[in-house]
């Protein structure tokens, strides 16, 4: 009997209610103030330009020091971006479901606009790096320009560290629980980012888990890591010349034969062989290989951040 | 060496400090409980006994926190108690494992202190108690047991009352093909470890052009009768609107619905046209034509009186402002079943007046509005009918009454609604405690038996 009163309406769909959501996220970009993190990305990135950017493609040292600055950059950006996005507006996304919103569009309209804020960050990030004066090289390994390749890894780690946090804003019943947890995840991100710590066995299969590996792995890859000079020895060697042993300062003798003969930028670049990591070897494969990882953690995040999203009825009054 | 291996108290991997310490905690629970009025016999069972206690002082949510950490804790501590080879064979593993119960013996920490921070205030005693019962648990329970001096400030109620809560009125409404018919049998909630009976048998029919207004005092379940209404949370009920079931169409029905939360549930951060246009976007018929979709929102905009602030940021009107708008977005798929949750919270009485003068004019196009009011005799002759909800002894929602206001009056011999509230409110709350007599005289009137 009911059936055949209910007049056919059909509603938006998907698809088409994804640029609803999107104008609303780029009038909040507007109203709200948020596109503050575009060119607070460049006030981090000079800072650490400023820091590490002078060894930064030129010793193997100043490279990991450099790609760990611009990783934490990324993963900051990231984090910031979204980490309050849906949690400060749960109750309205919960009201907005059950009167017809798609979870799906939501989430999609989230990830697309995220992702334009990604592209503006790693634009300027990369652009902060080129003003500072890095000594990058210029033409790319994947694409022809290497500002570029680089400018692909900064957006695919941001990028990744936005759906994280946008999976922990899905959860999160409040922006105040969500902000208790960051701090957890940058710190997780830090110790076993797998360069900066000697871990082992456990603790080294977790990095794999890390953002931060390979994101840091995909820029020294990227820097020809395997090819720059290793500085650590011969610094410690100047360091320590005068030390006497039995009357005599050996260490010395060697530093300023080499230095006599110039050879101190061959015995630099002999250590730094000598000290290769294989998955830093500068091949298409080990970069396109840390890009799908990241590439990877995001899907998984968007998916994690799905499923969270749709227990939101459950959410008590 | 170790000397605690002799001991013929260490049992298996409880050493002699663990035995005692299980001992005076099990002994100082058995008399609170005691006190509590709770089943002694939990102190008894491990974990479970815990989760009792939180709510016998009234902390039941920290409680569950507090066991699933505590459960949590012993297991990790067990299985790396059994499995220590492999922890000395992967000292990365140790490090994680003590990592984890770092931060969940953190957590436990935490909530064992709200727990007691409640025991303290059910028996009126100093908040530093707590400090002893982060210390030794155990001993503080063991004196709050045993001391004559320390009594409870009340024993929680259990959860019926030597009263009897009023017989089922045996009441079904007709199931019209106009308007909205309610037959809700019982809305339930398990949770945890039992079944709570949130509302029963509310049998109504509300006619098309209809203001009604939602009387009950607090947790008398108006809010859960509402959501059981829209559909958002089924109950045993069979919910009708104009002919088509709600719980089976839901997917349909819910554009026909409208429901306004008491909170403003609206992004401040864009303008008021655009939150509206947007609104009809998603709620009004994808076919519709655009022209039409854009003569509706003017006609709301007109309607809730927000043309002169269509273009400015939502987040920047006043207060009243901002509950039209909230309203206007939930109106704008022009629903035939319009339910409000308190729209006149923190509005002045003019202001109040004139949106509770709105959704008159609103119900006057044959729409069925349903508000619910803390404040409805300023404003009461602009309800047609009102519905009465109490808590029965049991402590159920319960239907006390529906009818008009005349009616209303009559049948509870007061004038004002806030009046009838409080006859109907339990003598605990303040109120008269007359529910379960009320609910079942209006069964009899129903069924024709007064």
């Not at chain 1, 503050?36 to 990305?41: D, E, H, Y």
């Not at chain 2, 004002?416 to 009899?444: A, H, P, T, Y």
Request: with cysteine; charged share 25%.
């Amino acid at each position: 009997m009911e059936k055949s009163r209910v007049k056919r309406i059909h509603h938006k769909g998907r698809l088409t209610q994804i640029p609803i959501y999107l104008g609303k996220f780029f009038r909040m970009f507007i109203y709200e103030d948020d596109w503050k993190v575009v060119p607070m990305a460049g006030v981090i990135a000079a800072l650490v330009a400023f820091v590490v950017g002078s060894n930064m493609f030129k010793t193997m040292e100043g490279t990991t020091m450099g790609s760990l600055g611009i990783t934490c950059i990324c993963i900051w950006n990231g984090f910031f971006n979204s980490i309050q996005s849906i949690c400060r507006e749960r109750s309205i996304v919960k009201r907005e479901h059950r009167s017809g919103m798609h979870i799906t569009s939501y989430l999609l309209a989230h990830v697309i606009y995220q992702a334009f804020i990604c592209v503006l960050q790693s634009a300027v990030t990369v652009a902060v790096c080129v003003v500072a004066k890095m000594s990058m090289p210029v033409i790319g390994f994947i694409t022809p320009w290497f500002y570029l390749d680089m400018a692909i890894t900064v957006f695919l780690i941001t990028f990744a560290a936005d759906m994280m946090s946008l999976t922990v804003s899905s959860f999160a019943k409040t922006t105040t629980a969500a902000m208790t947890i960051m701090p957890f995840m940058l710190i997780f991100e830090l110790l076993f980012s797998g360069r900066m710590f000697q871990l082992s066995g456990f603790a080294e299969t977790l990095t794999n888990l890390s953002l931060a590996k390979w994101g840091l792995n995909c820029l020294c890859t990227q820097a020809s890591y395997n090819d720059l000079p290793m500085v650590t020895v011969w610094n410690q060697m100047v360091k320590f010349k005068n030390v006497s042993i039995m009357g005599e300062t050996p260490i010395e003798d060697v530093v300023l034969y080499m230095q006599d003969n110039n050879l101190v930028s061959d015995f630099n670049l002999a250590v730094g062989h000598n000290s290769m990591i294989d998955e830093l070897n500068m091949t298409a494969k080990n970069i396109f290989n840390s890009w799908i990882n990241l590439g990877l953690f995001a899907c998984i995040f968007i998916v994690l951040t799905f499923f969270f999203l749709k227990r939101i009825d459950r959410d008590k009054r | 060496m170790d000397g605690s291996t002799n001991n013929p108290l260490d049992i298996g991997i409880f050493d002699t400090s663990d035995v005692i310490s299980i001992i005076i905690s099990t002994i100082g629970m058995y008399m609170t409980f005691k006190k509590l009025g709770v089943n002694k016999l939990f102190s008894l069972v491990p974990v479970y006994r815990d989760y009792k206690f939180a709510q016998s002082v009234d902390r039941e949510d920290e409680g569950k926190i507090y066991c699933i950490c505590n459960l949590m804790v012993q297991g990790i501590a067990i299985f790396r108690t059994f499995f220590i080879r492999y922890f000395t064979e992967f000292p990365q593993l140790d490090i994680f494992v003590m990592f984890a119960l770092i931060i969940l013996s953190a957590i436990f920490f935490i909530y064992s202190a709200r727990v007691f921070f409640g025991l303290c205030e059910i028996f009126n005693m100093k908040k530093r108690w707590v400090i002893l019962a982060m210390i030794a648990p155990g001993l503080e329970l063991l004196y709050f047991g045993f001391s004559k001096k320390i009594t409870p400030r009340y024993i929680e109620p259990e959860d019926t009352d030597d009263k009897e809560a009023a017989a089922l009125s045996g009441y079904l409404a007709k199931e019209t093909n106009e308007g909205l018919s309610v037959n809700i049998k019982s809305r339930t909630v398990k949770n945890h470890f039992k079944t709570k009976t949130l509302l029963r048998d509310i049998h109504l029919n509300i006619e098309p052009g209809n203001m009604v207004l939602l009387l009950g005092g607090s947790g008398a379940g108006k809010t859960t009768f509402l959501n059981a209404v829209t559909g958002y949370e089924a109950a045993d009920a069979k919910i009708l609107l104009n002919g088509d079931d709600v719980y089976t169409r839901f997917d349909k029905m819910k554009y026909n619905i409208g429901f306004v939360p008491q909170q403003d549930l609206i992004r401040y951060n864009d303008t008021v046209y655009r939150t509206l246009a947007d609104a009809a976007a998603l709620r009004l018929p994808s076919d519709m034509p655009r022209k039409e979709k854009k003569e509706r929102i003017e006609k709301v905009l007109d309607i809730f009186g927000l043309r002169p602030v269509k273009d400015n940021i939502v987040g920047k009107q006043s207060g009243g402002q901002k509950k039209r708008i909230s309203i206007a977005t939930e109106f704008i798929s022009d629903p035939s079943l319009f339910i409000l949750d308190e729209p006149d919270s923190g509005l002045d009485g003019i202001l109040a007046r004139d949106l509770m003068t709105r959704l008159h004019e609103i119900s006057r196009d044959g729409k069925i509005v349903i508000v619910i009011t803390h404040t409805p005799d300023r404003v009461i002759d602009l309800f047609d009918k009102v519905i009465v909800l109490g808590k029965d002894a049991d402590r159920t929602g319960r239907l006390v009454f529906y009818g008009s206001i005349d009616e209303a009056k009559e049948f509870f011999n007061k004038d004002k609604m806030e009046d009838i509230v409080k006859m109907i409110n339990r003598e605990d709350e303040g109120g008269e405690g007359k529910s379960d007599e009320l609910i079942e005289k209006f069964g009899e009137v129903r069924n024709g038996e007064i």
